[in-house]
């Protein structure tokens, strides 16, 4: 079997084909990154081995659609994290950098740690939008902090007492805009002014915008994985996290493999008697933050959670210890819970694999990739007064 490394960038794709077995170079070429160039890279992969994966570096706005297409094409695909690099580097004899040498570099990191120890890329058309909403409304929720930021910097001119007085999060509801905009049309309409009131007009739309996108996300959520949002400190836009950012349960070859993924997997640190982990750093740093909402949430409501907590500090371990050791079993849980079948497993890609086809060994081009879910009409869910359900009993 080979290994396919590929370094990819904005206008064309580094490619370098590597032996499993001895790590010899088997070939190397620079593609298009547009449709004929992966064709062309599928046509000269198929030369070389009929046994072979691709090993994308993971940089999702520039690899993502050669990873689509590889994958619509029937190609077995594994995504490889960027920090892997930089090692896999350190161990070439050529000194220096190139697209090539980055993308020997990527196989190289494959060959040396086996295929199955990377994620396999899967294509998920729901989790994929809702993954891109996510990204949208986070987005748009830091232009809102940087808004506020230059709003509160003329208040504190314009306004000092009035911005005194605003709270952390006044300027994220249409009250405390309006209070804002009342005070600053007594003022002289002089530019600070005047921008100031353009800032607040730009506050009111991102503030609209972003409470649609969380109604959107909550629908999507709710049709997909409803199961999510019935656990306890698991809202929508922690639901969307771990369905976005997982991208199909499949590609995780066991629950420890997922729990490495969320950064939960505990690193041991020990050394003569005393036997201890630390903090794991590596991981979705995303899927360990929606993880670590839902342990906090429950630590202070869900006696379960407590009761817990407490049995493992009384064990030995710190207050930060016992929490890391709650985020691990909630890896465990909720990927038991990702691995069911979706909702609406009907309509939803749902992480099954493309099956390599029947293909000429010359076609004339790939098959078409498939298209995401049409958009959905915006509804307003009733997600308040959803009751939480019980913790489940932890060993």
Request: a positive charge; charged letters at 30%; aromatic letters at 2%.
């Given at each position: 079997?080979?290994?396919?490394?590929?370094?990819?960038?904005?206008?064309?794709?580094?490619?370098?084909?590597?032996?499993?077995?001895?790590?010899?170079?088997?070939?190397?070429?620079?593609?298009?990154?547009?449709?004929?160039?992966?064709?062309?890279?599928?046509?000269?992969?198929?030369?070389?081995?009929?046994?072979?994966?691709?090993?994308?570096?993971?940089?999702?706005?520039?690899?993502?659609?050669?990873?689509?297409?590889?994958?619509?094409?029937?190609?077995?695909?594994?995504?490889?994290?960027?920090?892997?690099?930089?090692?896999?580097?350190?161990?070439?004899?050529?000194?220096?950098?190139?697209?090539?040498?980055?993308?020997?570099?990527?196989?190289?990191?494959?060959?040396?740690?086996?295929?199955?120890?990377?994620?396999?890329?899967?294509?998920?058309?729901?989790?994929?939008?809702?993954?891109?909403?996510?990204?949208?409304?986070?987005?748009?929720?830091?232009?809102?902090?940087?808004?506020?930021?230059?709003?509160?910097?003329?208040?504190?001119?314009l306004c000092p007492e009035?911005?005194?007085?605003?709270?952390?999060?006044?300027l994220n509801d249409a009250?405390?805009?309006?209070?804002?905009?009342?005070?600053?049309?007594?003022?002289?309409?002089?530019?600070?002014?005047?921008?100031?009131?353009?800032?607040?007009?730009?506050?009111?739309?991102?503030?609209?915008?972003?409470?649609?996108?969380?109604?959107?996300?909550?629908?999507?959520?709710?049709?997909?994985?409803?199961?999510?949002?019935?656990?306890?400190?698991?809202?929508?836009?922690?639901?969307?996290?771990?369905?976005?950012?997982?991208?199909?349960?499949?590609?995780?070859?066991?629950?420890?493999?997922?729990?490495?993924?969320?950064?939960?997997?505990?690193?041991?640190?020990?050394?003569?008697?005393?036997?201890?982990?630390?903090?794991?750093?590596?991981?979705?740093?995303?899927?360990?933050?929606?993880?670590?909402?839902?342990?906090i949430t429950r630590a202070?409501?869900?006696?379960?959670?407590?009761?817990?907590?407490?049995?493992?500090?009384?064990?030995?371990?710190?207050?930060?210890?016992?929490?890391?050791?709650?985020?691990?079993?909630?890896?465990?849980?909720?990927?038991?819970?990702?691995?069911?079948?979706?909702?609406?497993?009907?309509?939803?890609?749902?992480?099954?694999?493309?099956?390599?086809?029947?293909?000429?060994?010359?076609?004339?081009?790939?098959?078409?990739?498939?298209?995401?879910?049409?958009?959905?009409?915006?509804?307003?869910?009733?997600?308040?007064?959803?009751?939480?359900?019980?913790?489940?009993?932890?060993?």
């Open positions: 079997m080979i290994v396919i490394g590929a370094d990819t960038h904005k206008g064309s794709h580094a490619l370098a084909a590597v032996d499993e077995g001895t790590g010899r170079v088997r070939g190397s070429r620079e593609i298009k990154a547009d449709d004929a160039g992966h064709l062309a890279a599928v046509r000269w992969a198929r030369g070389l081995d009929d046994d072979r994966v691709w090993a994308i570096e993971d940089c999702r706005h520039v690899s993502g659609r050669l990873e689509q297409a590889l994958l619509a094409a029937g190609e077995r695909v594994v995504r490889v994290p960027p920090q892997r690099m930089g090692a896999s580097r350190k161990g070439e004899r050529a000194l220096g950098k190139s697209d090539e040498i980055d993308a020997l570099a990527v196989a190289r990191a494959v060959v040396k740690d086996g295929v199955q120890k990377f994620p396999v890329a899967y294509l998920n058309g729901q989790a994929m939008e809702i993954r891109l909403l996510l990204d949208h409304r986070s987005d748009l929720v830091a232009e809102r902090t940087r808004t506020i930021n230059r709003l509160r910097w003329h208040l504190v001119t009035l911005e005194a007085s605003l709270k952390r999060k006044a009250r405390g805009l309006d209070r804002v905009d009342r005070h600053l049309r007594k003022l002289h309409a002089g530019a600070r002014t005047r921008i100031a009131r353009d800032q607040i007009a730009h506050l009111r739309g991102l503030n609209r915008q972003i409470e649609a996108l969380h109604r959107e996300l909550a629908e999507l959520v709710s049709e997909h994985r409803p199961r999510l949002l019935e656990e306890q400190g698991c809202g929508a836009l922690t639901a969307a996290i771990l369905i976005g950012h997982t991208a199909g349960n499949e590609r995780f070859r066991s629950e420890a493999s997922f729990a490495k993924q969320t950064g939960t997997a505990p690193i041991p640190c020990s050394s003569g008697k005393r036997t201890q982990h630390r903090l794991n750093r590596g991981g979705d740093r995303q899927l360990n933050h929606a993880l670590h909402i839902i342990a202070q409501h869900d006696p379960a959670t407590k009761e817990y907590l407490a049995r493992k500090e009384a064990e030995g371990k710190t207050t930060k210890g016992a929490l890391r050791s709650l985020k691990r079993y909630l890896a465990r849980h909720f990927h038991q819970l990702l691995a069911e079948p979706p909702a609406n497993h009907s309509t939803a890609t749902d992480g099954q694999p493309i099956i390599e086809p029947h293909l000429a060994a010359e076609p004339e081009q790939l098959p078409p990739i498939p298209p995401l879910p049409p958009p959905r009409r915006l509804v307003n869910p009733n997600t308040k007064g959803q009751a939480p359900s019980p913790m489940v009993c932890i060993g």
